[in-house]
Every structure is written in C-alpha cells, then in structure tokens.
C-alpha cells in the first residue's frame, strides 16, 4: 500500500509538471480511473502505466523508478493473511514501519506497539470499539506481535520513542501485566537500535501533549507522518505538517528524560508493583 500511495504521488506530480490534465482523455480512460490510480485507490497494469509513462513523455531513469514502485504495489506483503482483519490506514501504517530505516513515535497513553508484551497488546486492542468478535482480536494481536520483527531483521530501522510518564502507570490489562510489560521496556532500552525517553510529569505542558504520533523516515523517499485517532488515523504528507511534527519531536526529546534516566524510571516503576 506505501509503494502505491508513492506511486500515485509521484504519477500525480509528474502529471502536473506536464500540464497533462487532459491525459485521462487522450488514453481513453474516465476521469475517475486516473483519480483511483494517483490516490493509491487501485493499482496500474504494466500496460497502462507504459501508455501512461508514454504520454507523460517520462525520462527513462523516473520510468525505471516508478515501474519498479509499480511491481512493489503488486507484491503479497507479508501482513496479508491478517489483511481482513485491519481496516486501510492500518496496513499503510504497517506497511511504512516495515519501509522506514528511523521511526520516530511519540505516545501519551501506551506503550508502542512495537514494544509491547503479547498480553498488553491483547488488552488494549481488545479495548477497540471496533472489536466485536474473538478472532478479530486474536488475528490483530498475531499481527501486532509479527510486526515487532521489524526491530530484529538485517536493515533493522533505529526507534526512537518518547513516551509520556502516565504510560508507565496505566494498569493496562492489570497489574501483572503492566509489571511484564514495563520489564519488556527495560529489556528494550537495553537494545542498541532502541533509544527510549519518558516524558516526566514534571515538565508540564508541550506542543505535543494532547496527539500522538510516528514519523517514517526513509532512505529514498520524503518522510512521512501517522497520527492518532478512533478511526485509524491520519497520514501526512505535506511538507509543512510533516515539518511541524518533525520539529515537536525534536523539542519532546530534548525535554525528555535521557535514556539513562529513563531505564532508571522504568525499573523504579516495575519495583512499585512487586
């Protein structure tokens, strides 16, 4: 889905940079299959985006690129066995954690997901007003622990998180689990590409402290943004929006406590609940 969605961008610009807006037209196709294709709605055949790359008069080393993001949009990718049990904002989530190589997340109620215990992420997602049934709540907690092999594979992307110190006082899915929980925290700090601050309650107000979000960084590509809501959240992709997380991010990290600090506070935290 992130290949597609670039794919689309990128078709989107290269159309506007040719002043091309009557192409739709010109290849026979309706208005609304090109509008599908540029908002990563559907995918593009070989044929069409050749017809396509054509008419846009495309230089070979963008035409390579965007054949390339073309087949990357086709592929299975390894979240599909859990696909029907996740609603779109959620698989292009996964699919740019799997992308990134840095992922910034501020988090002010839970522990990120890519760091929480089996049994947390059961108690939270179990928590979802849109869970209804027991296998949607086994096959997303699955997901959720499958996706946490993002963190081991070769290329493994840096974390960076910054979390709120409530984070380490919600009894999420009981005392017992908050207690494993926070020892996985502890183990994770431990990790040479995880880097983990808490935001003490002694800082006060910030820019950030009502919405929680990711920044995806990638290697080729502008970064991209993911913030929470009830419904999925929100991607950004406007340099100015992304600009402003960006820059939140970088002042809550200053703010934070440092990482040394921080595996100090998690182990007083999980102390407390012996």
């Given at each position: 889905?992130?290949?597609?969605?670039?794919?689309?961008?990128?078709?989107?610009?290269?159309r506007?940079?040719?002043?091309?807006?009557?192409?739709?037209?010109?290849?026979?196709?309706?208005?609304?299959?090109?509008?599908?294709?540029?908002?990563?709605?559907?995918?593009?055949?070989?044929?069409?985006?050749?017809?396509l790359?054509?008419?846009?008069?495309?230089?070979?080393?963008?035409?390579?690129?965007?054949?390339?993001?073309?087949?990357?949009?086709?592929?299975?990718?390894?979240?599909?066995?859990?696909?029907?049990?996740?609603?779109?904002?959620y698989?292009?989530?996964?699919?740019?954690?799997?992308?990134?190589?840095?992922?910034?997340?501020?988090?002010?109620?839970?522990?990120?997901?890519?760091?929480?215990?089996?049994?947390?992420?059961?108690?939270?997602?179990?928590?979802?007003?849109?869970?209804?049934?027991?296998?949607?709540?086994?096959r997303?907690?699955?997901?959720?622990?499958?996706?946490?092999?993002?963190?081991?594979?070769?290329?493994?992307?840096?974390?960076?998180?910054?979390?709120?110190?409530?984070?380490?006082?919600?009894?999420?899915?009981?005392?017992?689990?908050?207690?494993?929980?926070?020892q996985?925290?502890?183990?994770?700090?431990?990790?040479?590409?995880?880097?983990?601050?808490?935001?003490?309650?002694?800082?006060?107000?910030?820019?950030?402290?009502?919405?929680?979000?990711?920044?995806?960084?990638?290697?080729?590509?502008?970064?991209?943004?993911?913030?929470?809501?009830l419904?999925?959240?929100?991607?950004?992709?406007?340099?100015?929006?992304?600009?402003?997380?960006?820059?939140?991010?970088?002042?809550?990290?200053?703010?934070?406590?440092?990482?040394?600090?921080?595996?100090?506070?998690?182990?007083?935290?999980?102390?407390?609940?012996?």
């Amino acid at each position: 889905m992130a290949a597609r969605r670039e794919l689309g961008d990128e078709l989107r610009r290269l159309r506007a940079e040719r002043r091309a807006a009557d192409v739709a037209t010109v290849l026979g196709w309706s208005e609304s299959k090109l509008s599908r294709i540029e908002t990563a709605r559907t995918g593009i055949s070989d044929t069409d985006l050749e017809r396509l790359l054509h008419e846009l008069a495309a230089p070979q080393p963008v035409r390579a690129r965007l054949r390339n993001l073309a087949r990357r949009g086709r592929d299975r990718v390894w979240w599909a066995p859990y696909r029907s049990s996740v609603n779109d904002p959620y698989a292009e989530y996964v699919a740019f954690e799997a992308e990134a190589v840095l992922i910034c997340e501020w988090e002010t109620q839970l522990v990120p997901g890519l760091l929480q215990t089996d049994e947390y992420a059961h108690a939270v997602i179990k928590s979802g007003a849109d869970v209804r049934d027991q296998e949607t709540l086994q096959r997303r907690t699955a997901l959720r622990m499958a996706r946490q092999s993002v963190l081991s594979r070769d290329g493994a992307p840096r974390l960076c998180v910054v979390m709120d110190e409530a984070v380490l006082w919600r009894e999420v899915g009981g005392r017992e689990v908050l207690r494993r929980q926070l020892q996985r925290l502890y183990d994770a700090s431990r990790r040479p590409r995880v880097e983990l601050h808490v935001m003490p309650f002694s800082a006060g107000s910030h820019a950030a402290i009502s919405e929680a979000f990711v920044v995806f960084e990638f290697e080729d590509r502008p970064p991209v943004v993911h913030s929470e809501d009830l419904v999925g959240g929100q991607l950004r992709t406007k340099d100015p929006e992304v600009r402003v997380y960006r820059e939140a991010f970088s002042d809550i990290r200053k703010r934070a406590l440092s990482a040394d600090e921080t595996r100090e506070l998690i182990a007083r935290s999980g102390e407390r609940l012996n």
